[in-house]
């Protein structure tokens, strides 16, 4: 008896390759399933002598397919399920990773916000506080300007003078700086005029001789070139063993004090030749009735004499 062969269509056996790697598991084991059944139903028929056998084997075959198949599809299904679990997961990791990103973002932010708020903030207190230091600086540059009255100090050793200090005050008096006056410790006497030097020099004797001296009035030489008059009233200093080491000095600017009285004895010449001149005779008198000032022609008529 011949072996009647049932021609069917072959499955296509390649899977989309966009399919997901379960579906394409799937689709390879059903087609691997297909091609057992077939070739497994091919030696069987020529032992069947009746086509009623040849059906038997084709069931089994195909049953034996069914199996197979219905196996890739429970097999393919756990691992498509797991891959979407998987992926389920690192959806919700990456998800959660862009949350804490964006939280840190956000916190990150405010704290740069804060810090440049605060940087803000320290940068307007330092302006104001070196607005005001300004301020504060250039009144105390005003007030030193307005101070003509300074302290100074000489250092002595063995009875010479060898370093010099002198207080800010010294610029508004002198027109020098004290650092000018302890770079040289003869500043001071090279700003006396010639005619003043010997009375400073005289004065300057007695104190390191020992001897208290009174204040004198002399003029110094300013650094813009005005003439000033300073008075100068000097004080002995001994140390802890009651050695002389050095001596201080009060300066204290009086040119208009100066100024003044030279004008008023300017005045007093004037009005002296004025009244002497003045032909009738004319007197002053202060309150106890004392003759202050008279003229020549009353000296005539009383006989009074100066």
Known sequence: MLLRREHKATPDTHPPADAPLGVRWYV???AVAWSVAM??????APICGAGQKEETYTL?????LWVVGLLGIVLGGRRLKRQVQLRFEAEQELRSARDELETIGVRRTAELRSVNAQLRGEIVDRKRAEDTFRQSE???RQLLEAVTTYVYSVRLENGVPVSTRHGLGCLAATGHTPEEFASDV???FAMIPPDDRALVSEHV???LAGNDVPPIEHR???KDGTVRWVRDTLVRHHNEAGVFDRYDGLVEDITERKRAEEALQEAKAFSDIIIASLPNPFYLLDSQRRF????RALEEVTGLSS
């Open 186 to 188: 003869n500043l001071w």
């Open 220 to 222: 110094i030489a300013h």
């Open 205 to 207: 004797a007695a104190v």
């Open 292 to 295: 202050l000032r008279f003229n």
């Open 60 to 64: 089994i075959g195909n049953a034996v």
């Open 138 to 140: 250039h009144r105390y």
């Open 28 to 30: 390879g084991a059903a």
């Open 39 to 44: 070739g497994a139903s091919v030696p069987l």
